[in-house]
């Protein structure tokens, strides 16, 4: 399985980015699928999961802010990044869990700044 993310860059506060992460198979065939981002000298944390059922679950600290979603058809997750704090800066990566195996994909550096 590969998982590729793209879409991160710099952004001012206040701006908007969109995540993209693209599967290598067929996206409905994963219970779930996630953003993680980590920041420099901190550990991996969940932003973000999407069920194959569809429900979606955020850190509360992207509640309201972010939005997670798929398209089926193109097997590809977003992440829909607005309102970006500095605190989100981090490297964002895309993860796919089947069962007792989970999958990573390559990161994509998020930096918000002026």
């Known amino acids: 399985v590969q998982l590729q993310a793209s879409g991160g860059g710099l952004v001012q506060p206040g701006g908007s980015l969109r995540l993209s992460c693209a599967t290598s198979e067929r996206i409905i065939s994963f219970n779930f699928m996630g953003w993680y981002h980590q920041a420099p000298g901190k550990q991996r944390e969940l932003v973000a999961v999407?069920?194959?059922?569809?429900?979606?679950n955020y850190a509360d600290s992207v509640k309201g802010r972010f939005t997670i979603s798929r398209d089926n058809a193109k097997n590809t997750m977003y992440l829909q990044m607005n309102s970006l704090k500095p605190e989100d800066t981090a490297v964002y990566y895309c993860?796919?869990?089947?069962?007792?195996?989970?999958?990573w994909g390559s990161g994509t550096l998020v930096t918000v700044s002026s």
């Open positions: 999407i069920a194959s059922s569809g429900d979606t």
């Open positions: 993860n796919a869990n089947r069962g007792t195996k989970n999958y």
